[in-house]
């Protein structure tokens, strides 16, 4: 079983959609939770942490389930400029991160 | 955050050769990584580069094939040796900062011939 597993997608929404990923991680030791953007061509860039009591930033949302080893990501009010790959990772204390596959998103207007 | 920057950006090289990649923190950090990232594939975890000591590789990468240095808290290099194309690859370097958050730079993109 892959340690973190992602839907690859690619999600394709209009502009002004709400869109969810969802993460699901193997390890329950896991301590450490974030999503991270990849545009095209670039590296990835920390979008949040993610907190066991859920957090909010701006039109992002990301919830955090221990019991179930499972993570998302709400986007709302989609903008063009969210269109990138969007990263799952997590790690141990003291580790690197474990990256998932991530998940495409392709906004359209 | 850190500011990181990491030559060369990209390069072409011959089968059998060396490239070495180097990877500069504008402050001090104590942790930092290089991954890989192979066409179409996230991220993998090849060794974690520690100031002052050997390096601490995963499994499937070797020292022999891809050392490390850290000489000091802000600077870092990896060597990719005898090349070969399925090294073709981007490689990132990472420093870790507070509460186990991660950036990147901005990676050298690697073609083998």
């Known amino acids: 079983r892959k340690e973190v597993e992602q839907d690859p997608g690619p999600f394709n929404v209009p502009e002004g959609a709400t869109v969810a990923f969802n993460c699901t991680y193997s390890n329950s030791a896991s301590q450490s939770f974030f999503w991270y953007r990849q545009d095209c061509r670039k590296e990835p860039k920390l979008l949040m942490s993610?907190?066991?009591s859920g957090n909010e930033d701006g039109r992002f949302t990301a919830q955090l389930n221990r019991a179930s080893q499972y993570i998302s990501l709400l986007i709302r009010d989609s903008k063009l400029s969210d269109s990138a790959t969007y990263l799952c990772v997590v790690n141990m204390e003291g580790t690197a991160l474990i990256f998932g596959k991530g998940t495409t998103l392709s906004v359209s207007s | 955050s850190a500011v990181i920057s990491q030559k060369p950006s990209r390069d072409i090289c011959q089968r059998g050769t060396s490239l070495t990649i180097q990877c500069q923190v504008d402050?001090?950090?104590?942790?930092m990584f290089w991954y890989r990232q192979q066409p179409g594939q996230s991220l993998t975890l090849i060794a974690t580069?520690?100031?002052?000591?050997?390096?601490?590789?995963e499994s499937g990468f070797v020292i022999d094939k891809f050392p490390i240095s850290r000489p000091n808290l802000t600077f870092s290099t990896l060597t990719v040796s005898n090349m070969s194309p399925e090294d073709s690859s981007i490689y990132l370097c990472s420093v870790q900062e507070i509460a186990d958050t991660q950036y990147f730079g901005p990676g050298t993109r690697l073609t083998v011939l």
């Open positions: 402050s001090q950090v104590t942790m």
């Open positions: 993610v907190y066991s």
């Open positions: 580069a520690n100031q002052g000591s050997e390096a601490t590789y």
